[in-house]
């Protein structure tokens, strides 16, 4: 009984300093990464390449069969694909191949010495260099916009959602890559699965085609899985006509599969760190 | 004909260096077949979606498929890892080492480095062409086969041409990190037909990015597409664009003061 009024305030503190710890990592992450805008600008550039050819080859094929496929117009598809920009952007996170980097260099045996697990800190700094991101996409979503006439007409719901799902995508995808990254505890060659896992990813989270496209038992798969509710979803939740319920059910299953990424992670973290033994430093 | 002993001895001696990793051969392998169901696969749902595209049938994409990967290997292989080294030493002022040699310094910084093991996107590129030519009704004799093989070779010099002015830019600018990724991404351009895209990006894949001239003429060539205009074109532009390389490459190599010393 005595245990519980003394743990309530420490309780309160702890994520008071968690919190400081998350907005200032995010407020540094800011202001180092708007430093480098030009050659953030340049991989923004390079990154719509994927997009645009995607975009072109289903307007061709919309054209050709009189307007639409599969009930998809062209409008519809550069509304897709101008949205995706920014959700792929959403998407880019503390990566796998980062923690064989991070355990090679001895960079993690300092971020170990901090009184905080190390995912926090990723978590908060690519945060805030998503602002900068976001910010810096704003042009390009303009000039795709003039280029290529997207039809998007978003209710003030869909906005709301779409503003909170590429957050919950942000989540899902750290989640999932800080996860994956724990192999590097265990093989220095994790990269030819990080690109398998990349490959599965690319058809089954609608970075390829809006999933209707796909082959229905793909889709049917694809729901049971993590990859559309990072991708698909926060795209289709500005750009289609889901109901509010299905909004809503979206964005819950987005917040499911984060804590399931979180509790996968801490597993793995956990034994993974027993088996970790710096060297050099 | 110095110029071609000093680039058959950089390459057996990069080869000699890169059988040193075997294991390597493996991740390229897996690489390649990872990247070639991929492309198989985005073929698969675009024609079960549609007969053809602009014009194309699956078949004949597939040679398309099959010359991207092809070229992809070569300028992997070849080109890249040199241009990317020649960014890298201007920013390091390792340039220096090449510059006082007693030969022709672009002939030296273009052939340094060879990478054997994306020889494995080459051979599945020539693999994909070979299934898709099998599959194309259109006939293919001798001259389309030479016509294939002379815009190759174009194409390859007009790409090699383009990389370096590109690492040219970095005696101005040692910011050029982005170059290989925007590279990367604007040369999946040629997976597609370069006439469905629209005016200003075909001009510029063709002009600007020579992937047309690299990818999409050699499988006209393949596909009994190719008129001799074209070729003419191909020829005229290559050699243009390597005056116009190599004269920025000197005139930037005029610039350069070294890092070091």
Same mark, same amino acid.
């Given at each position: 009984?005595?245990?519980?009024?003394?743990?309530?305030?420490?309780?309160?503190?702890?994520?008071?300093?968690?919190?400081?710890?998350?907005?200032?990592?995010?407020?540094?992450?800011?202001?180092?990464?708007?430093?480098?805008?030009?050659?953030?600008?340049?991989?923004?550039?390079?990154?719509?390449?994927?997009?645009?050819?995607?975009?072109?080859?289903?307007?061709?094929?919309?054209?050709?069969?009189?307007?639409?496929?599969?009930?998809?117009?062209?409008?519809?598809?550069?509304?897709?694909?101008?949205?995706?920009?920014?959700?792929?952007?959403?998407?880019?996170?503390?990566?796998?191949?980062?923690?064989?980097?991070?355990?090679?260099?001895?960079?993690?045996?300092?971020?170990?010495?901090?009184?905080?697990?190390?995912?926090?800190?990723?978590?908060?700094?690519?945060?805030?260099?998503?602002?900068?991101?976001?910010?810096?996409?704003?042009?390009?979503?303009?000039?795709?916009?003039?280029?290529?006439?997207?039809?998007?007409?978003?209710?003030?719901?869909?906005?709301?959602?779409?503003?909170?799902?590429?957050?919950?995508?942000?989540? $899902?995808?750290?989640? #999932?890559?800080?996860?994956?990254?724990?192999?590097?505890?265990?093989?220095?060659?994790?990269?030819?699965?990080?690109?398998?896992?990349?490959?599965?990813?690319?058809?089954?989270?609608?970075?390829?085609?809006?999933?209707?496209?796909?082959?229905?038992?793909?889709?049917?798969?694809?729901?049971?899985?993590?990859?559309?509710?990072?991708?698909?979803?926060?795209?289709?939740?500005?750009?289609?006509?889901?109901?509010?319920?299905?909004?809503?059910?979206?964005?819950?299953?987005?917040?499911?599969? $984060?804590?399931?990424?979180?509790?996968?992670?801490?597993?793995?973290?956990?034994?993974?760190?027993?088996?970790?033994?710096?060297?050099?430093? | 004909?110095?110029?071609?002993?000093?680039?058959?001895?950089?390459?057996?001696?990069?080869?000699?260096?890169?059988?040193?990793?075997?294991?390597?051969?493996?991740?390229?392998?897996? %690489?390649?077949?990872?990247?070639?169901?991929?492309?198989?696969?985005?073929?698969?749902?675009?024609?079960?979606?549609?007969?053809?595209?602009?014009?194309?049938?699956?078949?004949?994409?597939?040679?398309?498929?099959?010359? %991207?990967?092809?070229?992809?290997?070569?300028?992997?292989?070849? $080109? %890249?890892?040199?241009?990317?080294?020649? $960014?890298?030493?201007?920013?390091?002022?390792?340039?220096?080492?090449?510059?006082?040699?007693?030969?022709?310094?672009?002939?030296?910084?273009?052939?340094?480095?060879?990478?054997?093991?994306?020889?494995?996107?080459?051979?599945?590129?020539?693999?994909?062409?070979?299934?898709?030519?099998?599959?194309?009704?259109?006939?293919?004799?001798?001259?389309?086969?030479?016509?294939?093989?002379?815009?190759?070779?174009?194409?390859?010099?007009?790409?090699?041409?383009?990389?370096?002015?590109?690492?040219?830019?970095?005696?101005?600018?040692?910011?050029?990190?982005?170059?290989?990724?925007?590279?990367?991404?604007?040369? %999946?351009?040629?997976?597609?037909?370069?006439?469905?895209?629209?005016?200003?990006?075909?001009?510029?894949?063709?002009?600007?990015?020579?992937?047309?001239?690299?990818?999409?003429?050699?499988?006209?060539?393949?596909?009994?597409?190719?008129?001799?205009?074209? #070729?003419?074109?191909?020829?005229?532009?290559?050699?243009?664009?390597?005056?116009?390389?190599?004269?920025?490459?000197?005139?930037?190599?005029?610039?350069?003061?070294?890092?070091?010393?």
């Amino acid at each position: 009984m005595t245990t519980v009024p003394q743990s309530v305030p420490r309780e309160a503190g702890r994520i008071r300093s968690m919190v400081d710890i998350y907005l200032s990592t995010a407020r540094m992450a800011i202001a180092s990464e708007f430093q480098y805008r030009t050659g953030h600008y340049f991989f923004l550039l390079g990154m719509i390449a994927e997009p645009v050819i995607y975009l072109v080859v289903w307007t061709t094929i919309a054209d050709q069969q009189g307007g639409e496929v599969q009930g998809l117009t062209a409008g519809y598809f550069a509304a897709y694909y101008i949205v995706w920009t920014l959700v792929r952007n959403m998407n880019i996170v503390f990566g796998a191949p980062y923690w064989e980097y991070r355990i090679r260099e001895g960079d993690l045996n300092r971020d170990l010495l901090r009184p905080v697990l190390p995912l926090h800190y990723d978590i908060a700094w690519f945060a805030g260099w998503k602002v900068v991101m976001i910010v810096l996409w704003l042009p390009i979503a303009f000039g795709l916009s003039l280029v290529f006439d997207p039809s998007l007409s978003p209710r003030p719901a869909e906005i709301v959602t779409f503003a909170i799902a590429i957050w919950g995508a942000y989540l $899902i995808r750290t989640m #999932l890559q800080e996860s994956l990254g724990m192999l590097c505890f265990w093989t220095t060659r994790g990269a030819a699965i990080f690109d398998l896992y990349m490959t599965v990813e690319l058809l089954l989270s609608g970075r390829l085609v809006p999933l209707p496209l796909m082959p229905d038992w793909v889709q049917e798969i694809s729901r049971f899985l993590p990859f559309q509710w990072a991708f698909y979803f926060p795209i289709e939740s500005l750009v289609g006509d889901l109901s509010n319920q299905e909004l809503v059910q979206g964005l819950l299953i987005q917040l499911l599969w $984060i804590l399931i990424g979180l509790a996968i992670f801490k597993v793995a973290w956990r034994s993974a760190i027993k088996r970790y033994s710096a060297v050099g430093g | 004909m110095n110029a071609v002993r000093v680039s058959w001895l950089f390459l057996k001696l990069g080869v000699l260096n890169e059988l040193q990793y075997r294991v390597n051969f493996f991740v390229s392998l897996m %690489q390649a077949a990872i990247a070639l169901v991929t492309g198989l696969v985005v073929l698969a749902l675009v024609y079960s979606h549609t007969e053809e595209l602009n014009g194309w049938s699956k078949s004949e994409l597939l040679c398309v498929l099959g010359v %991207q990967i092809l070229m992809g290997g070569a300028i992997k292989m070849y $080109i %890249q890892p040199n241009m990317t080294r020649l $960014i890298e030493d201007v920013r390091d002022g390792k340039l220096d080492f090449a510059l006082t040699k007693p030969e022709d310094a672009q002939v030296l910084v273009s052939v340094r480095e060879v990478r054997i093991w994306q020889a494995v996107d080459i051979v599945s590129g020539l693999i994909v062409l070979a299934v898709g030519l099998s599959r194309v009704t259109t006939s293919f004799g001798p001259p389309e086969a030479a016509a294939f093989a002379v815009s190759l070779v174009f194409g390859a010099v007009l790409i090699y041409c383009f990389w370096l002015v590109i690492a040219t830019v970095a005696f101005w600018v040692v910011n050029m990190w982005h170059a290989v990724e925007l590279f990367d991404g604007i040369f %999946q351009t040629g997976r597609w037909p370069i006439g469905i895209y629209p005016t200003w990006l075909r001009v510029s894949v063709t002009f600007l990015v020579p992937i047309a001239f690299a990818v999409t003429v050699p499988a006209e060539a393949l596909t009994s597409r190719l008129d001799w205009q074209t #070729l003419v074109l191909a020829a005229v532009f290559t050699v243009v664009a390597f005056a116009i390389a190599r004269w920025f490459w000197r005139y930037g190599l005029s610039k350069y003061s070294g890092a070091s010393a």
